[in-house]
């Protein structure tokens, strides 16, 4: 599926509250984000039968591993209509700027707990057939957070 057809098949109204608070964190100067913040919207196109297994990795260590490694985790959703229903991950990270973004995941791929927690997750097959990834800026009219 290309990432037109994906991201408009995606309900608008699911990313607008994150947008809110993104711009918000983004106006507080104490959160670590700057106008160099770039954010990345994440999908993972999972194997037949393998989304729970996608979902227990980040729950019980990918999370943990991305703040590890400088990535912020924003928001994560799974689509609740077809044809994405039980085989797609869509999710938000922000990077406190592109370059940081690239130093981020080598240090992630480096990793040598990231590296065992793969192997073992994928001990009976690979759990992810395509990842897309889309870098966004912060525009200055996002809606903001009460």
Do not use: C
């Not at 297994?53 to 490694?69: G, I, N, Q, S, W």
């Not at 991950?89 to 040598?112: K, M």
């Amino acid at each position: 599926m290309k990432r037109r057809t994906l991201l408009q098949s995606l309900p608008a109204a699911t990313l607008l509250p994150t947008a809110g608070w993104l711009a918000a964190a983004q106006e507080r100067g104490g959160s670590g984000q700057s106008a160099n913040t770039v954010y990345e919207l994440r999908i993972y196109h999972a194997y037949e039968g393998k989304l729970d297994d996608v979902l227990r990795r980040f729950r019980e260590h990918t999370t943990k591993l991305f703040e590890k490694h400088g990535m912020k985790n924003v928001a994560y959703w799974t689509p609740t209509d077809e044809p994405l229903k039980g085989k797609t991950l869509v999710y938000i990270l922000a990077h406190p700027s592109r370059e940081a973004a690239t130093a981020n995941w080598q240090a992630f791929r480096d990793d040598p707990e990231w590296q065992s927690v793969r192997d073992k997750s994928e001990a009976n097959g690979k759990l992810v057939e395509k990842i897309d990834s889309t870098y966004l800026m912060m525009t200055d009219f996002s809606p903001k957070l009460p």
